[in-house]
């Protein structure tokens, strides 16, 4: 199956836009969704099918895609932001769902 | 309110078996695909598989295929995951999380997670 690749870790200063990126060969063909999990809780759907923001999910959350890479940019970053983010998408079957191996994100 | 409840965790000895269950409320179970993803101690998530809506259309992860099933009973608005020959590899908080988008991946709510400890 296709792999997504997040960067680990990535910081930002508060107030400041943060863009934090997916890669993967299957981005190419199928959208990107990105998820918030923050410690000890289920994750939170904050972006889907590329660009589009679930119903109570701020505006300072956005996503993008071009070629094989995904990103969710998060302009204004709060402190309530500090999580670990993680994209998906479908594999190069379709029939499978892979998820990249998340970023944490620190808010200074 | 939509709601997803896991339940069904516990520690199984490498080898065994695990049925887990989760019960849906606050919505029409009938008309969404479900699927099951977990998250091993300290890492990040994994999908493992998909059930659409009349069960019609099933799909694994290559990590779990042909040791885990998954089912679901909509009259009951459950949905299952049998594991069997379960590893050690297998241990983690697993989520029952419905569907949201036409396409598979995209989930809208997720459970609180039940933890399979898999341990001699």
């Known amino acids: 199956s296709s792999e997504l690749t997040q960067d680990p870790a990535v910081s930002v200063a508060l107030g400041q836009t943060v863009r934090i990126t997916c890669q993967g060969d299957?981005?190419?063909?199928?959208?990107a969704n990105w998820y918030q999990q923050k410690p000890g809780q289920a994750p939170v759907f904050v972006i889907y099918?590329?660009?589009n923001r679930p119903s109570g999910i701020p505006d300072r959350f956005s996503g993008s895609s071009s070629g094989n890479t995904a990103s969710l940019t998060i302009t204004g970053a709060q402190a309530e932001d500090e999580a670990d983010y993680y994209c998906?998408?479908?594999?190069?079957?379709?029939?499978?769902?892979?998820f990249g191996g998340g970023t944490k994100l620190s808010v200074l | 309110e939509v709601q997803l409840v896991e339940s069904g965790g516990g520690l199984v000895q490498p080898g065994g078996s695990l049925r887990l269950y989760c019960a849906a409320s606050g919505f029409t179970l009938s008309n969404y695909g479900m699927n099951w993803v977990r998250q091993a101690p300290g890492k990040g998530l994994e999908w493992i598989s998909y059930i659409s809506s009349s069960s019609s259309t099933i799909y694994y992860a290559d990590s779990v295929k042909g040791r885990f099933t998954i089912s679901r009973d909509n009259a009951k608005n459950s949905l299952y995951l049998q594991m069997n020959s379960l590893r050690a590899e297998d241990t983690a908080v697993y989520y029952c999380?419905?569907?949201?988008?036409?396409?598979?991946?995209?989930?809208?709510?997720w459970g609180q997670g039940t933890l399979v400890t898999v341990s001699s």
């Open positions: 299957s981005l190419r063909f199928y959208s």
């Open positions: 999380a419905r569907d949201f988008c036409s396409y598979i991946g995209c989930y809208d709510y």
């Open positions: 998906n998408s479908r594999d190069s079957s379709g029939n499978q769902v892979v």
């Open positions: 099918d590329k660009n």
